[in-house]
């Protein structure tokens, strides 16, 4: 129950700071803006793609390191990785990249007037963007960073490791999120609401899923 009054603060207070103050979004990407560029180099973007499939090879090796560590439930082990793997793809794929981006159609920073773009900025949440591909609202980069926590389901009956993995997904979807938004893929909000959209279905996993289930494997 406390997951839950603390998911709803965080999206609360994200959708009131980012609609008050949608400025906000542009103060943060103009500290990564100078001599009418952003930071773009091959090591940023390498950084940035190395950030990007490190959560999902880290999620398939873990997933099987699970499966072979439960050999004697297998088919029960098998059946809770592949409900996850599935609401990691939902949310990486279809809520963030097919999804969001073809609603909201918000511009990527690079491409708005402020920045030396032809497009107009609009605010987060604000369905009236000018971009038809390549998109900004949200962040699918920081998504599989902070999708990662979905790994914690596996070890419900071990609090450290379930805390671990939650750390450690957002170090991965924070730092993510941050070279996007220095290479001016992203504004700061696309990155916030990806994570929140990441938590927000790790908890609702874990709170439907069979926690004896879970408990007894």
């Given at each position: ?128 963007g000018e971009c038809l591909k390549k998109c900004s609202f949200v962040s699918t980069h920081a998504m599989t960073g902070y999708a990662f926590s ?7 009956n071990i609090r450290k490791l379930r805390n671990r993995v939650i750390i450690a997904s957002f170090i991965i979807g924070t730092a993510c999120g ?32 069979d926690k004896k289930f879970i408990t007894r494997l």
């Amino acid at each position: 129950m406390k997951e839950f009054f603390l998911l709803a603060f965080f999206w609360s207070s994200c959708a009131l700071v980012f609609t008050i103050f949608p400025s906000l979004d542009i103060y943060v990407s103009t500290l990564f803006y100078s001599f009418n560029s952003f930071h773009t180099n091959d090591l940023l973007n390498g950084i940035s793609e190395f950030l990007f499939i490190f959560p999902m090879l880290t999620f398939g090796l873990l997933s099987l390191s699970f499966l072979i560590s439960k050999s004697d439930h297998y088919k029960k082990a098998l059946k809770l990785v592949l409900s996850c793997a599935a609401v990691y793809v939902f949310c990486c794929l279809f809520v963030s990249h097919i999804g969001m981006k073809a609603v909201f159609h918000r511009p990527r920073p690079e491409n708005i007037l402020q920045f030396g773009g032809k497009m107009h900025f609009i605010k987060a949440f604000q369905i009236k963007g000018e971009c038809l591909k390549k998109c900004s609202f949200v962040s699918t980069h920081a998504m599989t960073g902070y999708a990662f926590s979905l790994i914690s389901a596996f070890y419900y009956n071990i609090r450290k490791l379930r805390n671990r993995v939650i750390i450690a997904s957002f170090i991965i979807g924070t730092a993510c999120g941050i070279t996007r938004i220095m290479l001016g893929k992203h504004f700061l909000s696309d990155v916030v609401v990806a994570g929140l959209i990441a938590y927000t279905a790790t908890f609702m996993f874990t709170t439907f899923t069979d926690k004896k289930f879970i408990t007894r494997l």
